[in-house]
């Protein structure tokens, strides 16, 4: 995918002194990214499944496979949008268990204090008001909720617009949460949640406005061989082809909260 990035504004000059004034040409730039193909394995489904069965076996097992795959795809523009350690702000909040596969010990949980800084950094690089979104892992998101106070909590959960999938408005940022986010290492170095787990792993939330990431999505492609004549039942895949990546090359608009690390007691 090919997207152009626009150049630097030509400038601006008071009580202009000089004429004819100078002439510059704006320099655009290409912003690329590559498009990935999902698959799901093939799945076999038995004749007599389909006739002895109470129930539409074809119907339930094509339905996960699609849940799974759009999931999948999900993952995969989390990590595309995820920035590198100097877009990061931690947790600080109370200490919780780590919870991410393969971690251990202890971490910082989210607190309202945490939203606050990501507003303060947002608003120092000028990024619009309108259009910021928090993403909440399912653990950050409880732990946000304790952290408000009661009036706090009712004028959060006053915004929420379930159409658009969003819990909540804190401190400019409409608020999302699914069941896991972003995954970072112990150097603050973004990884997939496919690759091997450490001990050391922290969750991520992630933050971004509207105008400083994009994506692709194609439509899924059903694959089937209905009353296949080697398997004598019926097989099914799916496809789909996406990809999309943080707009800006300076990565404005888009952080991370990452899960600070208690420090050692005495």
Not at 113 to 135: H, S, W
Not at 218 to 233: H, I, L, N, Q, R
Not at 243 to 256: E, F, M, P, T
Request: charged residues 25%.
């Amino acid at each position: 995918m090919h997207i152009p990035q626009a150049g630097a504004p030509s400038g601006v000059e008071k009580n202009r002194t000089e004429l004819p004034a100078s002439v510059s040409k704006r320099n655009d730039t290409d912003v690329t990214f590559t498009l990935d193909e999902f698959t799901t394995n093939p799945i076999y489904i038995p004749h007599a499944d389909t006739v002895e069965l109470s129930y539409s076996k074809r119907e339930s097992v094509l339905r996960n496979d699609k849940l799974k795959l759009a999931d999948e795809v999900a993952l995969s523009f989390i990590e595309a949008w995820s920035p590198a350690a100097g877009r990061c702000v931690e947790t600080t909040g109370a200490e919780v268990d780590a919870y991410t596969p393969s971690a251990t010990g202890k971490r910082k949980g989210l607190c309202k204090a945490d939203v606050l800084t990501l507003m303060t950094k947002f608003n120092a690089e000028n990024i619009p008001q309108e259009g910021r979104y928090l993403l909440l892992d399912a653990y950050m998101y409880s732990q946000l909720l304790a952290d408000l106070t009661q009036s706090e909590s009712m004028a959060f959960l006053a915004c929420a617009d379930a159409v658009n999938g969003i819990v909540g408005k804190l401190f400019s940022f409409n608020v999302m949460t699914r069941s896991a986010v972003a995954l970072y290492d112990a150097t603050k170095a973004k990884k997939a949640w496919s690759a091997d787990g450490a001990a050391t792993d922290l969750a991520a939330a992630l933050a971004w406005h509207e105008q400083c990431v994009c994506r692709a999505l194609g439509d899924v492609k059903a694959f089937e061989s209905e009353g296949d004549p080697t398997y004598y039942g019926d097989v099914y895949s799916f496809l789909v082809r996406a990809g999309g990546r943080i707009l800006r090359s300076d990565s404005k608009g888009v952080a991370a909260i990452v899960q600070g690390i208690p420090s050692a007691k005495a």
